[in-house]
Structures are given as structure tokens and as C-alpha cells.
């Protein structure tokens, strides 16, 4: 099961983005995939959401109001490094393409009107490639505590702080284990009891 985010400012769009997603089986490597998808017409509301839900891919359109989707996905990417990041465009403007490539680290730009299974096919790909990037980082950290470059504790705290975008910072204690924030235990909706 993967996660993504779209965000574009016409309704008629995100209705149609999610109708194409439910209905076009998405495959990642070898094995199809369903997609779990999240829409949002307002940019920012999109940004407070990525705060406290994981995505593996997010597809913006191009020219919003408000904010853009070059300045969007490079608001997003600093939320969620890791996600894979796509942008859809009525308009072919070279100088926006370059910017999103450069800014905001997009792997691909889809064309309005889109064709389904190319769309479903891109997102599928952009998939497959976020996971062999993980798998990657993984290997190499791995290498590293071999290596006694990167200690476990390290390894241990990338790992948590990649799986949940709300932990922004874990405090460890001297024997590896992870510190609850006591002054947080008596505020309402952080979640201890």
C-alpha cells in the first residue's frame, strides 16, 4: 500500500485524479500496488496534513494560487525528503520545468489534459524508484555501523525520525533507549497518558 498526496486548485481535477487512481491498477516493480490518496485544493492545508501523515509520492499542479507548485513541493520536500515528487501542468513552461527539477527535486513533469495509464504508469515508476532509493540508504547505513562509521543508536534514530514525519527530534538517553519530553506528558492531544 502506498500513500499520495495531490494537491491542485480545481475540485473537477482532484475528483478526477482520485477516480483514475481507484479505478487504474498502479504497478511498482513487478507487483501491483494500491494507492491510498489524499487530495487538497489549498496548498497549505496540504503542507499541515504532510506534517503528521507519511507519503511516498505527492503530485501538485503547476500554477496555484496562493503558492505555486515549485514553491509547494519545495515546502513539502523539506517536511518529507524522502517522498517522490511529481508535478502536472496545462502549461509547457521550460524555465518552471528547469525550477522544479533544480528546486524542488520533481522526477516528473505530466502534461494536462494527461493520459490515464501514462499517469498511473509515471506514478508507478516514481514508486519504484523511491523504494530502490530507500533500499540504497538502507545498505549504505548498514555498511556504515559495519564499517564503525555510523553507530546503531544513529542508525536507530534515522530510521524513526524517516518512518514518521511529526517526529521532528528524539532524545536519546546514554544507554541507546529513546526520552520521553516530560513536559509534554500533561498537554492535551500529545498523545501520553
Not at 130 to 141: P, Y
Not at 165 to 177: A, F, K, L, R
Request: charged share 25%; proline share 4%; net charge negative.
Amino acid at each position: 500500500m502506498s500513500r499520495i498526496l495531490i494537491v491542485d486548485d480545481e475540485e473537477a481535477i482532484l475528483k478526477s485524479l482520485r477516480r483514475v487512481l481507484s479505478l487504474t491498477p498502479c504497478m511498482v516493480g513487478d507487483r501491483v500496488c494500491s494507492l491510498t490518496v489524499d487530495t487538497f485544493s489549498v496548498a497549505a492545508e496540504a503542507l499541515e496534513k504532510a506534517r503528521h501523515t507519511a507519503y511516498d509520492l505527492v503530485l501538485s499542479d503547476y500554477r496555484m494560487p496562493g503558492m505555486d507548485g515549485v514553491s509547494f513541493l519545495k515546502a513539502f520536500r523539506e517536511i518529507q525528503p524522502d517522498a517522490a515528487r511529481l508535478i502536472l501542468s496545462g502549461y509547457a513552461d521550460l524555465n518552471g520545468l528547469i525550477g522544479a527539477i533544480n528546486e524542488a527535486g520533481i522526477s516528473r513533469f505530466m502534461s494536462k489534459p494527461w493520459n490515464d495509464y501514462e499517469l498511473v504508469a509515471a506514478i508507478g515508476q516514481a514508486l519504484a524508484l523511491r523504494e530502490l532509493s530507500l533500499e540504497n540508504q538502507r545498505l549504505a547505513d548498514q555498511a556504515r555501523v559495519a564499517m564503525g562509521t555510523l553507530s546503531p543508536a544513529e542508525l536507530e534514530r534515522r530510521r524513526l525520525e524517516s518512518e514518521e514525519p511529526g517526529i521532528t527530534h528524539v532524545i536519546w538517553g546514554e544507554d541507546g533507549s529513546v526520552l520521553l519530553d516530560e513536559s509534554l506528558l500533561d498537554e492535551p492531544g500529545k498523545g501520553f497518558s
